[in-house]
């Protein structure tokens, strides 16, 4: 299964036996449903895609982006949500949720200038804020040219691309900029959608990605696979550590490197702006929500056995698109929750 322009928002598996149309899902039995970040749409398509080879388990999954999401799984008109944007443990004891990391990856800044080839323009984080802060407006402002000697820097308008729905990707990117920019913070702030100053919005990575594809002269962010698999130009970015990096699974795990699964309240945890010389400093974590009381446990326990596949056996595949696996003593920490947390008619639905 190949994944050249990563443009449909639907994972659609039509030789397994179901397909989407505009009146919604239709299956065979043995589907689960899901919808949320597109973020980790890219690796999870691979996944559902040989768990069925495998199995004969379906997954529709929409990748409508982190708030569609978790609105979804709220509203119970989903088996899972998706969402790049942790929930605070409160809230979740309150929906009676629980979440869980199931992939760490990067936000990557992309650009479009003709003849500027990827890794060629060097971002500090001051200079990626105000350019979507709408300070910095034209591609040869005096403060790009300084971090960028020696490239060509054309007399153009800057077009900012941003995410027009609600995004846990957005999350992330604006997570980042509220930490390395204080008019940011106080001006913008983070969430999954916010009042954006200057641009035009994109719904979805893709949708991202395909302005900035066909505009010269755009900036925008998207998660890392979309960047790799639509062949786009990356930035590099100026960490806390003072360097520039290349996104790489190697910069991401270096984020990630510092993450304490095992002391964060509901797995809540945030990689920005991560300590550490090779760190990449827009990395993220992708989260599964999922209610505790289950009402049919033989189908919560098929989603749970997908996740665990998932984790023994599709790391693999995971690594090839550049997402960071979550490590072993993490998954028996998350399968450990499964167990003591997860119900169906009150007995444990993960033995």
Not at 68 to 78: H, L, W, Y
Request: hydrophobic share 40%; aromatic share 12%; charged share 15%.
């Amino acid at each position: 299964m190949t994944f050249k322009g990563l443009k449909t928002s639907v994972l659609v598996l039509c030789a397994a036996g179901f397909f989407f149309t505009a009146g919604g899902i239709r299956a065979a039995e043995k589907t689960v449903t899901g919808a949320g970040s597109t973020f980790v749409y890219p690796v999870l398509s691979q996944w559902a895609y040989a768990y069925h080879k495998k199995t004969g388990l379906k997954l529709a999954y929409q990748s409508i982006g982190s708030g569609g999401g978790i609105a979804q799984i709220k509203a119970r008109t989903v088996d899972f949500g998706a969402s790049d944007a942790p929930m605070k443990k409160p809230e979740l004891d309150k929906l009676g949720l629980m979440q869980w990391p199931v992939i760490m990856g990067g936000v990557v800044p992309v650009v479009h200038l003709r003849g500027v080839k990827p890794g060629e323009i060097k971002l500090t984080p001051a200079l990626l804020a105000d350019i979507y802060l709408g300070k910095i407006t034209k591609w040869n402002d005096p403060a790009l040219k300084k971090a960028n000697p020696g490239v060509a820097l054309p007399d153009m308008g800057i077009t900012v691309v941003h995410r027009s729905d609600g995004s846990g990707t957005t999350w992330i990117f604006t997570n980042y900029l509220a930490k390395v920019s204080k008019t940011w913070a106080s001006k913008v702030g983070n969430a999954k959608s916010v009042a954006w100053p200057v641009g035009v919005g994109g719904k979805g990575n893709e949708g991202v990605a395909s302005y900035v594809q066909r505009i010269n002269g755009a900036v925008g962010y998207v998660e890392f696979a979309y960047a790799l698999q639509n062949h786009m130009t990356y930035v590099l970015l100026q960490n806390r550590a003072g360097r520039f990096v290349q996104p790489t699974m190697q910069s991401f795990m270096a984020a990630a490197a510092n993450a304490d699964w095992n002391h964060a309240p509901g797995f809540y945890m945030v990689l920005t702006d991560q300590p550490g010389a090779k760190s990449w400093p827009i990395t993220g974590a992708t989260v599964i929500l999922f209610y505790k009381n289950q009402m049919n446990a033989s189908k919560a326990h098929e989603i749970l056995n997908f996740f665990n596949w998932c984790y023994k056996s599709g790391q693999g595949m995971a690594k090839k698109l550049d997402y960071v696996p979550i490590p072993d003593n993490v998954v028996n920490l998350i399968e450990s929750k499964w167990k003591a947390e997860i119900r169906s008619n009150g007995k444990s639905v993960w033995k």
